[in-house]
């Protein structure tokens, strides 16, 4: 075949097509040619009839398709023109809908009711919008779920916008990565019974830890079943589980298997004794105690502390080998002036440890080279949470060593009573 003959040419009102191989497979002449003859390019497809085959693949095409006018379009391409509309319709109003929304989590102050006329959610307000907020719906309780935090602007502006508005503020510290401690809960239980109404919740972005208790207001003081309070912490309100932020999906987790394992069903009072009675903020629940130790710690040379570890949680401790998954026993030596010397972690094995049982581990600590006294803080370490156990309640262990030989005070003094 000439090399010209290999190329489509032509005044054709398509873009140039690569290189086409023209062959002829069975039954091809039993077919109507699909390229009408052009008098204008001056070359006769149905001269040769047969079927055009680009890169290995068949341009199957039916004339119908080809021969449609703009004005009269085959009800192929109507149907994927619509389809290819309303594709786009949604397309450019999901994205419309989701820009509004981030605009008014990261601009606004992601102001909610939770209980009309009683319960509000919100962001970090400056003191101005405290102040208006506290005016327009009459709020006489503010519950700041950022802790007390003296010394940032933001806690002193908010102080002073309380005082000013004779309004009651709450101060209970939680985080948006770890399950709620214990004592916060306890705290914000005796706020929420003995507060007065109406109540504003916030933490700095109105999100997680706002959205936690707002669904724990619902649980406590209203008829809302738990799939309803659970939609405090949706995507609307811009919580978005993932990461650690899934612990405040966790936290009703731990509510509903509770509530399955006793074939019981979800009421406020079910829900109060949980809290009170029942709650364990995951594994973070253990007692320490060291079994081997010097009591002097030598001077040049490495030492170490044996300690056993109980687990008083209601779910088992899983040691992993790696550092990011698991249960481990994490400690701190610090000297004299509180600097750090070391910070390591034990437990870098396989091992299960049950409720109510016990493990005892190793801790190798490095040589200290100058006498006194040196403080030893033991506790265990939740990788899932990434946080101690006793930012979760639970009480670690605290020791303090005297490097170096004995003194003379270390020993006891004897008194001679003998007579001359």
């Not at 039993?30 to 390229?35: A, I």
């Not at 602007?153 to 309380?162: L, V």
């Not at 490097?403 to 008194?415: K, N, Q």
């Amino acid at each position: 075949m000439p090399r010209a003959s290999r190329f489509l040419v032509g005044p054709y009102p398509f873009p140039r097509l690569r290189r086409l191989r023209l062959c002829t497979p069975r039954h091809a002449s039993t077919r109507k040619s699909l390229w009408p003859q052009s008098a204008a390019s001056g070359y006769s497809f149905a001269a040769r009839p047969g079927w055009f085959q680009a890169s290995g693949e068949w341009l199957n095409r039916e004339p119908c398709a080809l021969n449609a006018t703009p004005g009269n379009p085959a009800p192929e391409t109507q149907r994927r023109s619509w389809q290819r509309s309303a594709c786009h319709g949604c397309l450019v109003g999901l994205a419309a809908a989701l820009l509004v929304q981030i605009v008014h989590l990261t601009l606004g102050n992601n102001f909610r009711t939770v209980v009309p006329g009683q319960v509000y959610r919100c962001a970090q307000l400056t003191d101005d919008e405290l102040e208006a907020a506290i005016r327009r719906h009459g709020i006489r309780t503010v519950i700041n779920l950022r802790g007390m935090c003296f010394g940032c602007d933001w806690y002193t502006d908010e102080s002073r916008a309380t005082q000013r508005c004779d309004a009651s503020q709450e101060d209970v510290s939680l985080s948006a990565g770890r399950l709620p401690p214990t004592s916060e809960l306890h705290l914000l239980l005796r706020a929420l019974d003995h507060t007065e109404y109406p109540i504003l919740i916030h933490c700095r972005q109105g999100v997680d830890r706002t959205g936690l208790v707002s669904a724990l207001v619902l649980l406590l003081y209203t008829n809302a079943d738990l799939a309803t309070a659970r939609n405090e912490l949706r995507l609307c309100y811009g919580h978005v589980p993932l990461g650690r932020t899934t612990q405040m999906q966790r936290f009703f987790d731990l509510y509903a298997d509770w509530l399955a394992e006793r074939s019981l069903q979800h009421a406020r009072s079910q829900f109060r004794h949980w809290l009170l009675r029942e709650y364990c903020p995951g594994p973070s629940r253990a007692r320490l105690e060291v079994i081997d130790s010097p009591e002097h710690p030598p001077l040049g040379r490495p030492w170490s502390v044996r300690v056993r570890a109980t687990n008083l949680s209601k779910q088992a401790w899983h040691f992993r080998p790696g550092n990011n998954a698991g249960v481990h026993c994490g400690y701190v030596l610090t000297d004299r002036q509180g600097r750090c010397l070391t910070k390591g972690r034990a437990g870098l094995f396989l091992a299960d440890v049950p409720p109510g049982q016990s493990i005892d581990l190793t801790l190798a600590l490095p040589t200290v080279s100058q006498p006194g006294p040196y403080m030893l803080m033991v506790d265990m370490l939740d990788e899932t949470q990434q946080c101690y156990f006793y930012q979760n309640g639970s009480q670690p262990l605290v020791r303090e060593y005297q490097a170096g030989p004995p003194s003379v005070a270390d020993f006891p003094r004897t008194t001679n009573t003998g007579q001359r």
